[in-house]
């Protein structure tokens, strides 16, 4: 089970308009385009799962439920010792006890890396489209240039023979 008030360092009190605060803050934190050269990849997803669960007050009231019934009271535990497997039959075992929180959970982690990997293509296609545009927009500079020079050579000529 993750910690997703730690994800998005919150308390368990927070409200919903912190979780929105501190959730864009995160994303703005973390998002590609902010880091250049760094795989944000997993701490996006983690951001986005956390959000899809806190942010809806039910899907939030069922995961403080069974926080406190596996972890009992967060403060002082070391939530990030907690192993998460990707074993999926695994993880539904341990949360047998509401099959509806673990889909909710499972769903979230899809969505959020669908929502990364969308993200990602956007940005490389941007990129790209970047590319192309300055490569069209130096093929006119350069164009431009060569017209100028032409010219420039032709006044030249004009004015040596006109000496």
């Not at 956390?50 to 039910?58: D, K, M, R, T, Y």
């Not at 509401?98 to 296609?125: N, P």
């Not at 545009?133 to 006044?155: C, D, Q, R, S």
Request: net charge positive; charged share 25%.
């Amino acid at each position: 089970m993750k910690d997703y008030y730690g994800i998005l360092e919150i308390k368990e009190e927070s409200t919903q308009n912190e979780i929105k605060q501190s959730y864009r803050r995160l994303a703005f934190k973390w998002h590609p385009d902010k880091n250049p050269g760094n795989d944000t990849t997993k701490k996006m997803q983690e951001i986005i799962e956390a959000n899809l669960i806190l942010s809806n007050p039910e899907k939030r009231k069922r995961y403080d439920k069974h926080w406190h019934y596996y972890y009992g009271n967060k403060t002082g535990s070391n939530i990030s010792n907690i192993s998460n497997t990707s074993n999926t039959s695994k993880n539904r075992a341990t949360y047998n006890t509401d099959e509806t929180l673990f889909d909710w959970m499972h769903s979230a982690q899809t969505k959020s890396e669908s929502l990364v990997k969308e993200t990602l293509e956007d940005l490389l296609g941007m990129l790209n489209a970047a590319g192309k545009a300055a490569k069209e927009e130096a093929k006119k500079v350069f164009v431009y240039w060569i017209i100028f020079a032409i010219i420039g050579l032709f006044f030249f000529i004009i004015a040596r023979i006109a000496i």
